[in-house]
Antibody, heavy 116, light 107 residues
Framework: EVQLVESGGGLVQPGGSRRLSCAAS????????IHWVRQAPGKGLVWVSR????????KYADSVKGRFTISRDNAKSTAYLQMNSLRVEDTAVYYC?????????WGQGTLVTVSS | EIVLTQSPGTLSLSPGERATLSCRAS???????LIWYQQKPGQAPRLLIY???SRATGIPDRFSGSGSGTDFTLTISRLEPEDFAVYYC?????????FGQGTKVEI
């Protein structure tokens, strides 16, 4: 069974940092691009970042560029999102998404709350 | 980036009725790289349709997708009680991925 399990969410103060993890199982992790998508409470879905299969290419939304870093460890079947200089407006559920020909599987999400 | 506009914002219907949801893109896609998701409260989005018209594994045939270019439609032929949810369209034709703002299908 394909599974993506996010972890690392929680309460963080403005200006703080947090690292999210996305642990994959049930498929060949190294064959898939991975994206992060977030959803603020009561709002819609917003793409955040993506990484290619070997980690050599990454891309970010303008709203997080320079503050967030996406990475992956294929040996551990895990993707990461390092979030620095967090702002109140970064409060959201963060989902990791598997992508090959199309995005076909989402994790259950992890909530990051940025508040003082 | 490609902007997706969904209409209506809310659709009030009864079980057994037909639902027609629209997703309009600000520019034409090279290919029909459009997806429809269903999302219920507290849950991750669930893939319904990819490639504008292909049903994902395990999705009932009452869900169908159509359209091309800039205009796409999700049709639910006969609403079941479990279909009342929020539906999003998403384009994966170009980076960055973009999503519509959602259509809520309510009783």
């Amino acid at each position: 069974e394909v599974q993506l399990v996010e972890s690392g969410g929680g309460l963080v103060q403005p200006g703080g940092s947090r690292r999210l993890s996305c642990a994959a199982s049930g498929f060949t992790f190294s064959s898939y691009w991975i994206h992060w998508v977030r959803q603020a409470p009561g709002k819609g879905l917003v793409w955040v970042s993506r990484i290619n299969t070997d980690g050599s290419s990454t891309k970010y939304a303008d709203s997080v560029k320079g503050r967030f870093t996406i990475s992956r460890d294929n040996a551990k079947s895990t993707a990461y999102l390092q979030m620095n200089s967090l702002r109140v407006e970064d409060t959201a559920v963060y989902y990791c998404v598997r992508d090959w020909e199309w995005p076909d599987h989402w994790g259950q999400g992890t909530l990051v709350t940025v508040s003082s | 980036e490609i902007v997706l506009t969904q209409s209506p914002g809310t659709l009030s219907l009864s079980p057994g009725e037909r639902a027609t949801l629209s997703c309009r893109a600000s520019q034409s896609f090279r290919s029909n790289y459009l997806i429809w998701y269903q999302q219920k409260p507290g849950q991750a989005p669930r893939l319904l349709i990819y490639g504008a018209s292909s049903r994902a594994t395990g999705i009932p045939d009452r869900f169908s997708g159509s359209g091309s270019g800039t205009d796409f439609t999700l049709t639910i032929s006969r609403l079941e009680p479990e279909d009342f949810a929020v539906y999003y369209c998403q384009q994966y034709d170009s980076s960055p991925w973009t999503f519509g703002q959602g259509t809520k299908v309510e009783i």
